[in-house]
């Protein structure tokens, strides 16, 4: 069959949206949308749930604790919307124990200047009343840490990744939306008011295209699309993440109900209480921090260094390396803002990428906005700082 044959079969099955990608992003976005349209279908290259994607590991943290009161804020309005669908589908998909946010003055000397102590004040600008604590009550409560200050900001909590996935694939199948896997893409071409995407499953024609690919594909899809020549600023770095196992005397400390979430951001530190008690893991991870100085002294510069300065409690525990999960990229863009909104010169295509590491607590406000961008003709939200045509030469 020739194209222009191949064209003719599909045209008379022009969809409302294709999304290209199926990660957090691209399954956020298409139950967004299939709220307000039919015909909507989800492109993906390998499988939904692939280990490649950042999306599909165990657990992923919900935090509202930003520098920047802009992140902050879009973090609470979708932790909102997390709420939301926890209640409507009955599914634990978020467990909001809360995020304790540490610092020592041995790493950090200057506490009041660290990022945990100002972000306590940003969530408090926020209304969010988070609970400032002292070293003496880390060691009432919290005796599984040696710091010097905190705070627990109850607007947090970790994400149960897998549940979420399958919950969102049902809810997708439920209400019409195709998903097509293992698809390969040759060509996007946008005319005639529509767009046209090849592929090894077929051609199709869409009236709307969001591209949620991944920061790791992002640029080779944006080489895909006829005309385009912008390619995004976008650096992957991998974190280092371990598996601590208490024995069963210690355990009970490290479940959600004792062990929020935790974060040292100062120094790259992030950790997960015992979210699957058959696996019986505390989860701690290390990325290199881009916004803000590592501790002068270099004194943690890994998992390693912080469970010897600052939990000392994990060091006699057996420990081994993630393996199972996380074999994804952070992907951080050149001026630390996200990357969505219209691929510039397009009225049809529109892409979201460029999470800097941290955009599952944002997917269902990413999905709506996109949904909105495609099917309402502009969204509600104030994302000129994320606009894909800041990068246009
Ligand atoms: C180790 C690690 C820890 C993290 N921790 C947190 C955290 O604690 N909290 C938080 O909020 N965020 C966290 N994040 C970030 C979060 O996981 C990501 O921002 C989010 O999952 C990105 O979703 P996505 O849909 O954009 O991309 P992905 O999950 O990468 O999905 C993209 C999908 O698109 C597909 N695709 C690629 N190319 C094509 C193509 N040409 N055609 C069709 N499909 C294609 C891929 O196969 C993939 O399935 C973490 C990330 C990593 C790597």
Same mark, same amino acid.
């Given at each position: 069959?020739?194209?222009?044959?191949?064209?003719?079969?599909?045209?008379?099955?022009? $969809?409302?949206?294709?999304?290209?990608?199926?990660?957090?992003?691209?399954?956020?976005? +298409?139950?967004?949308?299939?709220?307000?349209?039919?015909?909507?279908?989800?492109?993906?290259?390998?499988?939904?749930?692939?280990?490649?994607?950042?999306?599909?590991?165990?657990?992923?943290?919900?935090?509202?604790?930003? &520098?920047?009161?802009?992140?902050?804020?879009?973090?609470?309005?979708?932790?909102?919307?997390?709420?939301?669908?926890?209640?409507?589908?009955?599914?634990?998909?978020?467990?909001?124990?809360?995020?304790?946010?540490?610092?020592?003055?041995?790493?950090?000397?200057?506490?009041?200047?660290? !990022?945990?102590?100002?972000?306590?004040?940003?969530?408090?600008?926020?209304?969010?009343?988070?609970?400032?604590?002292?070293?003496?009550?880390?060691?009432?409560?919290?005796? $599984?840490?040696?710091?010097?200050?905190?705070?627990?900001?109850?607007?947090?909590?970790?994400?149960?990744?897998?549940?979420?996935?399958?919950?969102?694939?049902?809810? &997708?199948?439920?209400?019409?939306?195709? /998903? *097509?896997?293992?698809?390969?893409?040759?060509? *996007?071409?946008?005319?005639?008011?529509?767009?046209?995407?090849?592929?090894?499953?077929?051609?199709? /024609?869409? #009236?709307?295209?969001?591209?949620?690919?991944?920061?790791?594909?992002?640029?080779?899809?944006?080489?895909?699309?006829?005309?385009?020549? &912008?390619?995004?600023?976008?650096? &992957?770095? $991998?974190?280092?993440?371990?598996?601590? !196992?208490?024995?069963?005397?210690?355990?009970?400390?490290?479940?959600?109900?004792?062990?929020?979430?935790?974060? !040292?951001?100062?120094?790259?530190?992030?950790?997960?209480? *015992?979210?699957?008690?058959?696996?019986? +893991?505390?989860?701690? +991870?290390?990325?290199?921090?881009?916004?803000?100085?590592?501790?002068?002294?270099? #004194?943690?510069?890994?998992?390693?260094?912080?469970?010897?300065?600052?939990?000392?409690?994990?060091?006699?525990?057996?420990?081994?390396?993630?393996?199972?999960?996380?074999?994804?990229?952070?992907?951080?863009?050149?001026?630390?803002?996200?990357?969505?909104?219209?691929?510039?010169?397009?009225?049809?295509?529109? /892409?979201?990428?460029?999470?800097?590491?941290?955009?599952?607590?944002?997917?269902?406000?990413?999905?709506? /906005?996109?949904?909105?961008?495609?099917? $309402?003709?502009?969204?509600?939200?104030?994302?000129?700082?994320?606009?894909?045509?800041?990068?246009?030469?």
């Amino acid at each position: 069959m020739t194209i222009k044959e191949r064209i003719v079969e599909q045209k008379s099955k022009t $969809q409302e949206l294709v999304i290209i990608g199926g990660g957090i992003m691209g399954l956020m976005t +298409a139950y967004y949308a299939s709220a307000l349209t039919e015909h909507i279908v989800i492109l993906e290259k390998r499988m939904i749930g692939n280990q490649e994607a950042s999306s599909f590991s165990f657990t992923r943290s919900m935090h509202t604790d930003y &520098l920047d009161p802009l992140y902050a804020r879009l973090a609470y309005e979708a932790l909102g919307m997390w709420r939301e669908l926890r209640e409507k589908t009955g599914k634990s998909l978020l467990v909001d124990n809360g995020c304790l946010n540490i610092a020592k003055r041995t790493v950090t000397p200057e506490l009041e200047e660290t !990022y945990t102590a100002k972000c306590y004040d940003v969530v408090e600008g926020l209304g969010l009343r988070p609970e400032k604590l002292s070293k003496e009550a880390f060691q009432k409560r919290y005796r $599984q840490f040696d710091v010097d200050f905190g705070y627990l900001n109850s607007a947090g909590g970790y994400f149960n990744l897998r549940v979420i996935a399958d919950t969102l694939v049902g809810l &997708l199948r439920e209400r019409g939306v195709q /998903i *097509i896997e293992n698809v390969d893409t040759d060509e *996007i071409v946008e005319e005639d008011n529509q767009v046209r995407i090849s592929t090894n499953k077929g051609i199709f /024609i869409a #009236k709307q295209l969001v591209i949620t690919p991944g920061g790791k594909w992002a640029n080779e899809v944006l080489e895909l699309v006829k005309g385009n020549e &912008l390619q995004l600023p976008i650096k &992957l770095t $991998q974190p280092e993440s371990r598996y601590y !196992y208490p024995e069963p005397d210690q355990r009970e400390q490290f479940l959600p109900k004792n062990f929020p979430v935790f974060a !040292y951001p100062d120094v790259g530190i992030y950790g997960h209480p *015992i979210a699957d008690e058959q696996k019986g +893991a505390v989860k701690v +991870a290390f990325y290199e921090p881009s916004d803000f100085e590592p501790d002068a002294d270099g #004194k943690i510069r890994g998992v390693a260094d912080f469970v010897e300065e600052c939990m000392p409690s994990l060091k006699s525990m057996r420990s081994e390396a993630v393996t199972d999960a996380d074999k994804c990229f952070y992907d951080v863009v050149e001026d630390g803002d996200f990357v969505l909104g219209a691929l510039p010169r397009y009225e049809h295509i529109f /892409i979201g990428t460029g999470w800097h590491g941290a955009g599952y607590k944002f997917s269902p406000l990413i999905g709506k /906005i996109l949904s909105q961008l495609t099917l $309402q003709n502009g969204t509600v939200y104030d994302i000129q700082q994320f606009n894909p045509g800041r990068f246009v030469k």
